[in-house]
């Protein structure tokens, strides 16, 4: 079958860094997404990534292993606006994202 | 990026009542767009997909006569709740994907519907 593994809530301190993990399984890949969501809104593309290795992105890099089914979301100089939720999103081999519950970022001052 | 649009954001309506939900590609054509559902602490749920101009296709356990789906344009599809019922209040989101790229889906605002 197909699964996403995130841990369902973390809380992290303002100006800190954090790491989301995420464990996947999926019938074929066409990469992994993760998407941030606020409550009560749409998800928000954060980031893409379908090699192995890291992407950065400003504040937020996302990082693949395909061989371990492993991806995390690693958040930098966190800010009280990044609570929300982080989305892991693999793509099937049918185009489709498969998608997780998520994890509720908090963030304290 | 691309953006899409949906409307309603918001609407309530009574027991028995049909909603349409339209979900619009602004600047770029859809050729294919996807329904989700939402409940509260949930993750998403893709209740179908549709392809231009086709029929749509429905996840497992959606009822397709309860949720019409018509996808007449590229940039436009229709969700339908027919006969709403106060178990479908739930955040109904559209996401759109360009057919000249196949691995990303741009997500609309989302609708948030209450059935009293």
């Known amino acids: 079958g197909q699964n996403i593994d995130q841990p369902t809530e973390m809380t992290a301190t303002e100006g800190a860094i954090v790491q989301i993990n995420c464990t996947y399984q999926?019938?074929?890949?066409?990469?992994l997404f993760w998407y941030q969501q606020h409550a009560g809104e749409a998800p928000t593309f954060l980031s893409y990534?379908?090699l192995d290795g890291l992407e950065e992105k400003g504040r937020f890099s996302s990082f693949l292993s395909r061989s371990k089914g492993y991806s995390y979301l690693l958040l930098k100089e966190l800010q009280m606006k990044d609570s929300a939720s982080y989305l892991c999103?693999?793509?099937?081999?049918?185009?489709?994202?498969?998608w997780g519950a998520g994890t509720k970022l908090i963030i304290k001052p | 990026g691309a953006v899409v649009s949906q409307h309603p954001s918001r609407v309530i309506c009574k027991s028995g009542t049909s909603v349409k939900i339209e979900c619009r590609s602004l600047d770029f054509q859809a050729t294919t767009m996807f329904w989700y559902r939402q409940f509260p602490k949930q993750s998403l749920m893709l209740m179908a997909t549709?392809?231009?101009?086709?029929?749509?296709?429905?996840e497992q356990g959606v009822e397709k006569d309860k949720f019409l789906i018509n996808h007449a344009s590229l940039t436009l599809s229709t969700l339908t709740v027919t006969s709403a019922h106060p178990e479908d209040s739930s955040f109904y989101i559209c996401s759109a994907r360009d057919g000249a790229d196949m691995n990303e889906q741009f997500f609309g605002p989302g609708t948030r519907l209450t059935v009293l």
């Open positions: 999103a693999p793509m099937d081999s049918n185009y489709q994202l498969i």
């Open positions: 990534n379908v």
């Open positions: 999926t019938s074929g890949f066409n990469g």
């Open positions: 549709s392809n231009e101009g086709s029929k749509a296709t429905y």
